[in-house]
């Protein structure tokens, strides 16, 4: 069974670094796009980042340019996002999303991780 486990959230000062974690687990083929989401209390869940299977595409959300870094290593079925000079309104739950094929000629599902709080003090 395909899991998404994402950590290093927690409580930073305004002006912080944080670094999520987001690690794939089970029978897994390979993973096409992963992506980091996040919701704020009362808000929409908002795409942060999303990075290519060969990490050759990547898009941020308008708000993480320049502060954000999304990467990613096959190999160990790990996507991490970078963020640095983070701010209040950065406070949300994060999730991790991934597009991962169990099989070969399987069809890619579409999986999401439990999230990780991440709260950034003013």
């Known amino acids: 069974q395909v899991q998404l486990v994402e950590s290093g959230g927690g409580l930073v000062q305004a002006g912080g670094s944080l670094r999520l974690s987001c690690a794939a687990s089970?029978?897994?083929?390979?993973?096409?796009?992963m992506r980091w989401y996040r919701q704020a209390p009362g808000k929409q869940r908002e795409l942060v980042a999303s990075?290519?299977?060969?990490?050759?595409?990547?898009i941020y959300e308008d708000s993480a340019k320049g502060r954000f870094t999304i990467s990613r290593d096959n190999t160990k079925k790990t996507a991490w996002l970078q963020m640095n000079s983070l701010k209040h309104e950065d406070t949300a739950q994060y999730y991790c999303?991934?597009?991962?094929?169990?099989?070969?000629?399987?069809?890619?599902?579409?999986?999401w991780g439990q999230g990780t709080q991440v709260t950034v003090s003013s």
């Open positions: 089970g029978t897994i083929f390979s993973i096409n796009t």
């Open positions: 999303n991934a597009e991962i094929m169990a099989m070969k000629s399987a069809q890619a599902l579409n999986y």
């Open positions: 990075i290519s299977s060969s990490g050759s595409s990547i």
